[in-house]
């Protein structure tokens, strides 16, 4: 069947280091992947898309790459900040032209 | 500064009733959609339009139908909520050109009693 597994379990770091955080995807084969931010109460925002003939895209402190042998993206924040805490949603465009499909997202908390 | 609005933030209403939650963009877009989301949930499509006149049924069922008369206009409608409506329902709009990030608005938060 197919799935986008992002771990469920918060990620909680100390501010000023790297967070990085999992999406994994099962029988998709996306053209591109996206990655938005997700505050309590609030619609998602995108940050990033990275291309299926890309490796890596940078914004800033974010960092996406993008492994189809591995059917895998990395998501990294470096020197996180307690204003990054949120959660985190990968999405592919799994079913359709322009059509995106969600992962469960992985909540990041950054401590002082 | 939010360029796609969602009527009304938050609804509470009893069994039965007729609900229409409003979604507005500023920026032209061609497409727009309507996801599904519960408490620590993925989000599911549940509605889609490619542009006016343009409405397709997204991946999750959903008893809601939803019109797409202006390019900026996108309501979604209940005709008799029940308490299994009981969601957050957001909404979104991209560029119709190429592979466009899709911009969302806050979401209407709908409690159906």
């Known amino acids: 069947s197919q799935k986008i597994e992002q771990n469920s379990e918060a990620l909680n770091i100390q501010e000023g280091k790297t967070a990085t955080l999992t999406c994994n995807y099962t029988?998709?084969?996306?053209?591109?992947l996206q990655w938005y931010r997700q505050d309590p109460g609030r619609g998602p925002v995108f940050l990033l898309l990275?291309?299926?003939?890309?490796k890596e895209k940078r914004k800033e402190r974010l960092k996406v790459t993008f492994d189809t042998t591995l059917k895998q993206s990395l998501f990294h924040i470096t020197a996180s900040q307690p204003a990054d805490s949120a959660t985190y949603l990968c999405?592919?465009?799994?079913?359709?032209?322009?059509?995106?499909?969600f992962g469960t997202g992985t909540r990041l908390l950054v401590s002082p | 500064e939010a360029d796609i609005y969602q009527t009304p933030r938050y609804l509470v209403i009893g069994t039965g009733k007729k609900i229409t939650l409003e979604c507005s963009q500023t920026?032209?877009?061609?497409?727009m959609y309507w996801y599904q989301q519960d408490p620590g949930m993925e989000l599911h499509l549940i509605h889609y339009?490619?542009?006016?006149?343009?409405?397709e049924k997204g991946d999750l069922s959903s008893e809601s139908t939803v019109s797409r008369i202006r390019t900026e206009h996108f309501p979604l409608t209940l005709e008799s909520a029940r308490p299994s409506h009981t969601s957050q329902y957001l909404c979104?709009?991209?560029?119709?050109?190429?592979?466009?990030?899709?911009?969302f608005g806050d979401g209407t938060r709908l409690s159906i009693l």
């Open positions: 979104a709009s991209s560029d119709g050109q190429g592979r466009q990030p899709q911009h």
């Open positions: 029988n998709y084969s996306p053209a591109y």
């Open positions: 990275i291309r299926e003939n890309e």
């Open positions: 999405a592919l465009d799994g079913t359709g032209f322009q059509k995106l499909v």
């Open positions: 920026m032209g877009h061609d497409k």
């Open positions: 339009s490619y542009g006016v006149n343009s409405t």
